[in-house]
Protein backbone atom coordinates (compact mmCIF):
# COMPACT_ATOMS: atom_id res chain seq x y z
CA UNK A 1 0.00 0.00 0.00
CA UNK A 2 2.64 2.57 0.68
CA UNK A 3 4.54 2.08 -2.55
CA UNK A 4 1.05 2.65 -3.92
CA UNK A 5 1.19 5.85 -2.47
CA UNK A 6 4.71 6.84 -3.29
CA UNK A 7 3.98 6.05 -6.51
CA UNK A 8 1.32 8.27 -6.66
CA UNK A 9 3.09 11.21 -5.52
CA UNK A 10 5.98 10.63 -7.76
CA UNK A 11 3.18 10.70 -11.17
CA UNK A 12 2.05 13.74 -9.63
CA UNK A 13 4.69 15.03 -8.90
CA UNK A 14 6.24 14.36 -12.90
CA UNK A 15 2.78 16.27 -13.64
CA UNK A 16 3.89 19.51 -11.45
CA UNK A 17 7.15 19.13 -13.28
CA UNK A 18 6.39 18.71 -16.81
CA UNK A 19 3.59 21.39 -16.88
CA UNK A 20 5.20 24.40 -14.17
CA UNK A 21 9.28 23.85 -13.96
CA UNK A 22 10.17 22.64 -16.58
CA UNK A 23 8.49 25.09 -19.68
CA UNK A 24 10.21 27.93 -18.08
CA UNK A 25 13.53 26.49 -17.44
CA UNK A 26 14.02 24.75 -20.60
CA UNK A 27 13.73 25.29 -24.48
CA UNK A 28 11.18 23.12 -26.31
CA UNK A 29 13.00 20.34 -27.73
CA UNK A 30 15.28 20.04 -24.39
CA UNK A 31 12.47 19.22 -21.68
CA UNK A 32 12.14 15.48 -20.87
CA UNK A 33 8.44 13.78 -21.47
CA UNK A 34 8.06 12.71 -17.86
CA UNK A 35 4.66 11.55 -18.18
CA UNK A 36 5.69 9.13 -20.92
CA UNK A 37 8.27 7.81 -18.91
CA UNK A 38 5.60 7.39 -16.12
CA UNK A 39 3.74 5.73 -18.77
CA UNK A 40 6.41 3.32 -20.24
CA UNK A 41 7.51 2.69 -15.92
CA UNK A 42 3.53 1.88 -15.78
CA UNK A 43 4.03 -0.53 -18.84
CA UNK A 44 6.55 -2.24 -17.36
CA UNK A 45 6.11 -2.60 -13.93
CA UNK A 46 2.81 -2.65 -13.43
CA UNK A 47 -0.86 -4.20 -14.12
CA UNK A 48 -2.65 -3.91 -17.22
CA UNK A 49 -5.92 -2.82 -14.79
CA UNK A 50 -4.70 0.03 -12.93
CA UNK A 51 -1.79 1.09 -16.05
CA UNK A 52 -4.27 1.50 -18.93
CA UNK A 53 -6.76 3.66 -17.68
CA UNK A 54 -3.66 5.64 -15.69
CA UNK A 55 -1.81 5.63 -19.80
CA UNK A 56 -5.00 7.12 -20.96
CA UNK A 57 -5.20 9.72 -17.99
CA UNK A 58 -1.38 11.08 -18.33
CA UNK A 59 -1.74 11.30 -22.12
CA UNK A 60 -4.77 13.38 -21.06
CA UNK A 61 -3.19 15.73 -18.93
CA UNK A 62 -0.30 16.06 -21.70
CA UNK A 63 -3.01 17.00 -24.18
CA UNK A 64 -4.65 19.40 -21.22
CA UNK A 65 -1.86 21.55 -21.01
CA UNK A 66 -0.04 21.20 -23.81
CA UNK A 67 -2.67 23.03 -26.25
CA UNK A 68 -2.84 20.25 -28.69
CA UNK A 69 -6.02 18.14 -29.61
CA UNK A 70 -7.74 17.18 -26.73
CA UNK A 71 -7.40 13.29 -26.67
CA UNK A 72 -4.24 12.58 -29.54
CA UNK A 73 -1.64 12.22 -27.06
CA UNK A 74 -3.98 9.82 -24.52
CA UNK A 75 -4.43 7.53 -27.66
CA UNK A 76 -1.40 7.36 -28.47
CA UNK A 77 0.19 6.69 -24.91
CA UNK A 78 -2.32 4.31 -24.65
CA UNK A 79 -1.73 2.33 -27.93
CA UNK A 80 2.37 2.35 -26.85
CA UNK A 81 1.28 0.85 -23.00
CA UNK A 82 -0.72 -1.77 -24.73
CA UNK A 83 2.40 -2.90 -27.21
CA UNK A 84 4.71 -2.57 -24.40
CA UNK A 85 2.12 -4.34 -21.62
CA UNK A 86 1.87 -7.36 -24.22
CA UNK A 87 6.25 -7.91 -24.94
CA UNK A 88 7.12 -6.88 -21.55
CA UNK A 89 6.20 -10.44 -19.77
CA UNK A 90 8.55 -11.93 -22.23
CA UNK A 91 11.39 -9.61 -21.25
CA UNK A 92 13.24 -8.65 -18.02
CA UNK A 93 11.18 -5.77 -16.90
CA UNK A 94 13.43 -4.36 -13.98
CA UNK A 95 16.51 -4.13 -16.10
CA UNK A 96 17.42 -0.23 -16.63
CA UNK A 97 18.94 -0.67 -20.10
CA UNK A 98 15.46 -2.35 -21.45
CA UNK A 99 14.01 1.05 -19.70
CA UNK A 100 16.02 3.63 -21.42
CA UNK A 101 15.74 2.12 -25.15
CA UNK A 102 12.00 1.29 -24.22
CA UNK A 103 11.75 5.22 -23.45
CA UNK A 104 13.71 6.23 -26.69
CA UNK A 105 11.45 3.73 -29.19
CA UNK A 106 8.30 4.75 -26.89
CA UNK A 107 9.46 8.63 -27.41
CA UNK A 108 9.58 8.13 -30.87
CA UNK A 109 6.71 5.96 -31.67
CA UNK A 110 4.74 8.59 -29.74
CA UNK A 111 6.22 11.47 -32.27
CA UNK A 112 5.67 9.51 -35.07
CA UNK A 113 1.81 8.35 -34.22
CA UNK A 114 1.12 12.11 -33.04
CA UNK A 115 2.24 13.48 -36.40
CA UNK A 116 0.96 10.21 -38.51
CA UNK A 117 -2.46 11.11 -36.54
CA UNK A 118 -2.18 14.98 -37.19
CA UNK A 119 -1.45 14.72 -40.83
CA UNK A 120 -4.46 12.62 -41.32
CA UNK A 121 -6.82 14.71 -39.91
CA UNK A 122 -6.08 18.10 -39.75
CA UNK A 123 -4.86 20.12 -43.01
CA UNK A 124 -2.00 22.08 -40.72
CA UNK A 125 0.53 23.39 -43.20
CA UNK A 126 4.39 22.76 -41.85
CA UNK A 127 3.20 20.23 -39.18
CA UNK A 128 5.67 17.63 -40.45
CA UNK A 129 8.66 20.31 -39.93
CA UNK A 130 8.00 21.79 -36.53
CA UNK A 131 7.16 18.19 -34.93
CA UNK A 132 10.58 16.99 -36.33
CA UNK A 133 12.85 19.61 -35.58
CA UNK A 134 13.34 18.57 -32.39
CA UNK A 135 13.00 15.02 -32.65
CA UNK A 136 16.75 13.50 -32.06
CA UNK A 137 17.28 16.42 -28.67
CA UNK A 138 13.71 15.19 -27.64
CA UNK A 139 14.48 11.43 -27.56
CA UNK A 140 18.05 11.66 -26.02
CA UNK A 141 16.80 14.10 -23.24
CA UNK A 142 13.70 11.16 -22.59
CA UNK A 143 16.69 8.62 -22.52
CA UNK A 144 18.47 10.98 -20.31
CA UNK A 145 15.77 11.75 -17.80
CA UNK A 146 14.81 7.78 -18.28
CA UNK A 147 18.51 6.81 -16.97
CA UNK A 148 18.02 9.12 -13.91
CA UNK A 149 15.21 7.36 -13.10
CA UNK A 150 16.58 3.96 -12.98
CA UNK A 151 18.61 5.22 -9.79
CA UNK A 152 15.75 5.79 -7.51
CA UNK A 153 14.88 3.59 -5.26
CA UNK A 154 11.18 2.94 -6.14
CA UNK A 155 12.68 1.50 -9.80
CA UNK A 156 14.42 -1.78 -7.92
CA UNK A 157 10.86 -2.33 -6.22
CA UNK A 158 9.39 -5.63 -7.07
CA UNK A 159 7.15 -5.40 -9.69
CA UNK A 160 3.25 -5.58 -9.29
CA UNK A 161 1.38 -8.73 -10.28
CA UNK A 162 -1.92 -8.51 -11.67
Given at each position: ?63 VFSGLYLGL ?22 SSELFVVTV ?48 FPIFSSPQE??
Amino acid sequence: MTSQIVKILIIVGAVVLQVSVLPVHLASPFKPDLLLIAMVYLALRGSFETGAPLAWFLGLLKDVFSGLYLGLNAFTFLVIFVVIKSISDRLYAESSELFVVTVSVASLTCVVADLLLLVMFTSTPAISYSITSGLIPHILINAFAASLVTLFPIFSSPQETA
